[in-house]
């Protein structure tokens, strides 16, 4: 037999020892080339959307109703920020750099989460993102610290902390608002009405419509299958919404034991069409990206000439 495929079909099954015995797999180990290809588009479609996910709220900063507001907002984008710079790293260690997952951002050949070209029309929607997008994003994270490439999962550890803080900010908004007068209390039940769907949203097709899932679970790239983690979500969400008056907008939803649910169907048409880039405000999105990425050219220029000066 060829010595190349011997080697080949040690390597595997050395890597398969690995994932079986929950071993990290490592950058300079040995990997195959789908597990590789499939981390890239993960990871770095994961950065992409923290990083556009600064815009609906970076729109509400000059805005905020209070100080206190004002700096906890900020102080939670900027995170967001942190969190895209973790994982461009994260996914540069895979051999792509950063450069090129820019440009395939900028080309539309990389997705972001769909949930971020929906509008934030007010303050409570504020409360919304932060309670239902990154409540959704770390019930995937959590799960995601347990993937099986180190430099993601390491990332994991870190955004998951700061991540339970944003939930509830979002969460505090929202009890604020519930406890304030007849109209702040329907901005909210109004703000909740936009955002729960899109928020389902986030976890992906059906487990039986997601073609990357099989891979992903052989692999342990994923943990837990898009429907599961969904389910988590909501059966968490629904009694928070309760607690503090809020209706959650699904009629065909259905207790069916102690903190279980059953929600009805997802309008998987609008979740495709947001995806193609026909979502409210998909081209906006994309537009500020390239406009405030060629605004930043020269800090670019400039880091690169003392980057090569101090290195002489
Ligand atoms: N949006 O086979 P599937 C945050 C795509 S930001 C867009 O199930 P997979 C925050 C999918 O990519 C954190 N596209 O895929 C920041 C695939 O298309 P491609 C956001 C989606 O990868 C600022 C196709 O549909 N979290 O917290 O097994 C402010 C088939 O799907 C979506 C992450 O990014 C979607 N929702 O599973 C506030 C999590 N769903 O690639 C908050 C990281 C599916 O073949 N990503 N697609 O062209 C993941 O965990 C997984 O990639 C997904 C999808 C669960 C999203």
């Not at 180990?29 to 290809?37: L, V």
């Not at 998987?268 to 390239?290: A, D, Y």
Request: charge should be negative; proline fraction near 4%.
């Amino acid at each position: 037999m060829n010595e190349t495929l011997v080697n080949q079909d040690e390597l595997l099954k050395e890597f398969e020892e690995k994932i079986e015995n929950e071993i990290k797999i490592e950058p300079r180990d040995w990997m195959p080339e789908e597990y590789r290809q499939h981390l890239i588009r993960q990871i770095s479609q994961h950065a992409h959307s923290e990083v556009i996910g600064m815009q609906p709220e970076g729109n509400w900063i000059s805005r905020a109703p209070s100080l206190r507001a004002k700096k906890i907002l900020l102080a939670k984008i900027q995170d967001e920020g942190g969190h895209g710079l973790y994982l461009y790293s994260a996914a540069e260690t895979l051999g792509v750099s950063r450069d090129q997952f820019i440009q395939w951002l900028h080309e539309g050949k990389a997705k972001y989460a769909s949930v971020f070209n929906y509008p934030a029309l007010n303050w409570a929607d504020i409360g919304a993102i932060g309670w239902l997008v990154d409540g959704a994003a770390i019930t995937n994270q959590v799960s995601l610290q347990r993937t099986s490439y180190g430099p993601y999962s390491r990332a994991m550890v870190r955004i998951c902390k700061e991540e339970s803080f944003h939930q509830r900010q979002g969460y505090e908004i929202m009890w604020k608002m519930m406890e304030g007068t007849k109209e702040q209390q329907q901005m909210a039940q109004d703000a909740l009405n936009r955002w729960w769907w899109p928020a389902l949203m986030m976890f992906g097709p059906h487990d039986s419509d997601s073609p990357h899932t099989s891979n992903a679970m052989k692999w342990k790239i994923k943990r837990e299958s898009n429907d599961r983690l969904r389910e988590k979500f909501i059966n968490k969400t629904i009694p928070q919404a309760e607690l503090i008056g809020l209706k959650v907008p699904d009629p065909a939803l259905v207790k069916i034991g102690e903190d279980q649910y059953q929600h009805g169907d997802i309008d998987w048409t609008e979740f495709w069409e947001v995806i193609k880039g026909n979502g409210p405000c998909n081209q906006q999105r994309l537009e500020h990206h390239i406009k405030a990425h060629n605004n930043g050219s020269w800090v670019r220029e400039c880091a690169n000439e003392y980057h090569i000066k101090s290195n002489k």
